[in-house]
């Protein structure tokens, strides 16, 4: 396994360099191999990346497969659902009808029957997968102590979360085990305080579930950067 690459940015150019990087690697990979499965994240600091890929070439000309690593059990039109907000964002207005994405519905009675449904639906390696880690260090909806941060057989399941909405379905460390290529958003400094415990050698991934993407390429901001540093220990 690769050791961590961390990338840093001027906070007011966070999102476009991050979405540049973000861009070309989804570039090599559709040039390598005529398609690129990507699965997105949620949270405000996607959100600022996903506002500059809409503005770039990103899903122009491309053939890209978009999952997502986590989707909370509400309605697909809302303002809680990740869907939504990649939909209204990233998606709304493209006109490249080799784009194909992949919802979860969250709002089904049976969330088993969905996670079983929609890990049918992943391919067998994510060519480019998003992350953002939470205050608490919690990445896609995998959060501290929960025990879905040691399965290794199913790629998708329901979990409870301690945050609102508390009904999610998420991925599993089986799919970011085997990511090509991951990349982790930590903007500011309340981000970087998480970070600090990540890059803790005394944590482990059940008290810090971001370590899992450990090995990934993490696009920080210089104050998330700067407030990791104060703290790491």
Avoid at 5 to 16: G, H, K, M, Q, Y
Avoid at 157 to 165: A, C, F
């Amino acid at each position: 396994m690769r050791s961590a690459e961390i990338l840093v940015f001027e906070d007011n150019s966070w999102a476009d360099m991050s979405a540049k990087i973000i861009c070309e690697t989804v570039d090599n990979v559709c040039a390598l191999q005529g398609l690129c499965n990507i699965m997105l994240t949620g949270g405000r600091s996607a959100k600022s990346i996903y506002q500059q890929l809409s503005n770039s070439s990103f899903l122009e000309q491309k053939k890209i497969n978009i999952y997502f690593s986590d989707e909370r059990c509400v309605s697909l039109d809302d303002n809680e659902s990740n869907y939504n907000m990649v939909n209204s964002v990233l998606i709304a207005g493209c006109k490249n009808k080799n784009i194909s994405l992949y919802p979860i519905y969250g709002d089904v009675y049976d969330k088993q029957n969905e996670s079983t449904r929609y890990e049918s639906l992943l391919p067998d390696i994510i060519d480019v997968l998003l992350l953002s880690i939470g205050e608490d260090s919690h990445i896609a909806s995998l959060f501290p102590q929960d025990k879905t941060l040691i399965e290794n057989q199913k790629k998708v399941v329901p979990v409870t979360v301690p945050k609102k909405p508390f009904s999610r379905i998420s991925i599993t460390p089986v799919v970011i085990n085997s990511a090509i290529r991951i990349f982790c958003f930590g903007q500011g400094v309340i981000k970087g305080k998480a970070l600090a415990s990540v890059f803790n050698d005394n944590r482990d991934i059940l008290s810090v579930p971001a370590k899992l993407a450990l090995h990934g390429t993490w696009l920080l901001d210089h104050s998330a950067y700067r407030t990791m540093k104060q703290f790491y220990k």
